[in-house]
């Protein structure tokens, strides 16, 4: 009887240590939660060329969702179904940083919507890629935070440290960029350690004109309900609604997380997949917009399992691409496939001509 006490007694001491670690725990985040105000001026970088745009030219736009440089075809995601929580090694990053930097600069692209791009994280190995994608591709910048926490406690072993957000790179002279905050759909005190998500806007004055071009990065929510990202994408209607009224050229681009119309009828998801994205309706469009995508090869891979190259079985998505304004005429929109060697998405190449 005294052992079976004795045990019951280290057991409670031992319950009451967890508590209280994780009463702190939350407390701790609680008091250094990132909590950015509703729009924030952001510092733009000149890179080697600052041109500025003119209408009746064409540009090119390429969106690329990097996934840290911890998505390549060798991994999987927990959040998704699979395993894994962090790449192997650090030699794993840099090679998909590599091969995603000469990827997109085969694109000669004037700007690059670039998604996931980590500045000082334990999952990327505190490497700033932010700063490693302007240096490669030698091109202007503006960055936004969406996730910044001091330590993500889960899974096992736990995520860490996160500093990661929305990167524009740009050849074209930019006037400023903010971030403008997006609905967080979590409470506390899951809200301490999730993403904060927002929009990268930047304003690109116009050779001879006194109107802009307005271009949207953006990464809308993946795990929330539909509810959640219905109040994302009002925000981002709002906006777009408001500068298309001011008679200014608008592009907005990135990673939706949501399929465009025509993707799940030609990727059609299996009964028991891990994760369903939303639907994106042209009905929900404001008037004089568009959606720009392209179909003919999927954007983004599931995360249940690794990649191995079997394109029958693959799991696929189309949740990358652009919504234009009227006055926008698009060129062409490709899906670049690069096989999803180093990330799980493929970069979206827009060509665009801003009409008189």
């Not at 490669?136 to 957000?165: D, H, Q, T």
């Not at 609905?183 to 005190?189: A, D, E, G, H, R």
């Not at 189309?318 to 496939?337: H, W």
């Not at 979206?348 to 008189?356: A, H, S």
Request: with cysteine; net charge negative.
């Amino acid at each position: 009887m005294r052992v079976l006490r004795g045990l019951l007694k280290v057991l409670g001491i031992l319950i009451l240590t967890v508590i209280v670690a994780a009463a702190g725990l939350i407390a701790w985040l609680s008091a250094t939660e990132y909590m950015p105000a509703d729009v924030e001026t952001l510092t733009v970088y000149a890179g080697a060329r600052h041109d500025t745009a003119q209408v009746g030219r064409r540009y090119t736009l390429a969106s690329l969702n990097i996934g840290y440089g911890g998505l390549g075809r060798d991994e999987d995601f927990f959040m998704d179904g699979g395993k894994n929580v962090l790449p192997k090694d650090k030699a794993e990053v840099e090679d998909n940083l590599s091969g995603l930097v000469s990827a997109l600069s085969l694109q000669d692209a004037d700007i690059c919507f670039l998604q996931e791009t980590d500045t000082d994280s334990r999952r990327s190995f505190q490497i700033n890629e932010s700063a490693y994608f302007a240096r490669g591709l030698a091109m202007g910048s503006a960055f936004a935070y969406n996730y910044r926490c001091p330590f993500v406690p889960i899974p096992w072993p736990p995520i860490g440290k996160v500093e990661s957000g929305l990167t524009t790179l740009n050849n074209l002279a930019v006037e400023n960029a903010t971030r403008e905050a997006l609905p967080v759909p979590f409470s506390w005190p899951t809200r301490v350690a999730n993403l904060k998500r927002c929009l990268l806007v930047e304003r690109l004055p116009l050779a001879d004109r006194d109107n802009e071009l307005v271009l949207v990065n953006l990464h809308m929510e993946a795990y929330s309900t539909d509810d959640g990202r219905k109040k994302q994408m009002q925000v981002l209607s709002e906006l777009l609604k408001a500068e298309y009224r001011n008679g200014n050229y608008v592009i907005a681009g990135g990673d939706f997380n949501q399929s465009f119309p025509g993707a799940l009828q030609k990727y059609p998801l299996p009964a028991d997949a891990s994760w369903v994205p939303g639907l994106l309706d042209e009905n929900d469009l404001p008037e004089g917009f568009s959606f720009a995508y392209d179909i003919s090869v999927p954007t983004c891979r599931a995360l249940a399992a690794p990649y191995d190259g079997n394109r029958d079985t693959l799991v696929a998505y189309v949740i990358d691409g652009f919504i234009v304004s009227a006055n926008v005429k698009v060129n062409r929109v490709e899906t670049v496939d690069l096989n999803f060697r180093n990330s799980d998405h493929h970069p979206v190449v827009m060509e665009f001509t801003l009409l008189p």
